[in-house]
T-cell receptor, first 116, second 113 residues
Framework: AQSVTQPDIHITVSEGASLELRCNYS??????LFWYVQSPGQGLQLLLK??????LVQGIKGFEAEFKRSQSSFNLRKPSVHWSDAAEYFC??????????????FGKGTKLSVKP | GAGVSQSPSNKVTEKGKDVELRCDPI?????LYWYRQSLGQGLEFLIY????????KSGLPSDRFSAERTGGSVSTLTIQRTQQEDSAVYLC???????????FGDGTRLSIL
């Protein structure tokens, strides 16, 4: 069965420090991969996506992620964290139906706190 | 509006009552999804509509849950005879055809007393 694992429930980093959030997936075919961010009381905002091609993808707010097929990973990175990045981050894999995207399967999320 | 709109934003009801949650997708988006977010279970898929095809209902947790999408646009998620374990945030998302990503609304927070 398809699944997504985010091993870190909560991470705290200092403002200005670098960040890496881990994500591992289990999926039989080539996955569609996503990172979303959720602030309290808000819906999910798409940070970036991977469908095919270049394995290093750039997203909004200075985030990037790298798809590593051999490790079944899609880790999210940011070189310098800002206080406004404090939120919960969700990795997701999209089920596919004949080349079209079906529903998303989400990890449990990683809550990011930022120290001043 | 430009985004996915959900109403109401908050709903409090008594156990055993029926509730209806509404989702207005982004104009022109053919795919519409419902998810449930709860503390214990995280984000769970409920149901998926794609154009005029039969919906994928594989995520609905019981027959008390149903959803419809009228005219390929607005969708309503109905929960009958609500139980306390139905308390959660219900999120709706929409996407255009193919591989385009899903855009989420802000959700409806449902509380069952």
């Amino acid at each position: 069965a398809q699944s997504v694992t985010q091993p870190d429930i909560h991470i705290t980093v200092s403002e200005g420090a670098s960040l890496e959030l881990r994500c591992n997936y289990s999926y039989g075919a080539t996955p569609y991969l996503f990172w979303y961010v959720q602030s309290p009381g808000q819906g999910l905002q798409l940070l970036l996506k991977y469908f095919s091609g270049d394995t290093l993808v750039q997203g909004i707010k200075g985030f990037e992620a790298e798809f590593k097929r051999s490790q079944s990973s899609f880790n999210l990175r940011k070189p310098s964290v800002h206080w406004s990045d404090a939120a919960e981050y969700f990795c997701a894999v999209g089920k596919t139906y004949g080349g079209s995207q079906g529903n998303l399967i989400f990890g449990k999320g990683t809550k990011l706190s930022v120290k001043p | 509006g430009a985004g996915v709109s959900q109403s109401p934003s908050n709903k409090v009801t008594e156990k055993g009552k029926d509730v209806e949650l509404r989702c207005d997708p982004i104009s022109g988006h053919t795919a519409l999804y419902w998810y449930r977010q709860s503390l214990g279970q995280g984000l769970e898929f409920l149901i998926y509509f794609q154009g005029n095809s039969a919906p994928d209902k594989s995520g609905l947790p019981s027959d008390r849950f149903s959803a419809e999408r009228t005219g390929g646009s607005v969708s309503t998620l109905t929960i009958q005879r609500t139980q306390q374990e139905d308390s959660a945030v219900y999120l709706c998302a929409s996407s255009s055809a193919g591989t385009q990503p899903q855009h989420f609304g802000d959700g409806t927070r449902l509380s069952i007393l």
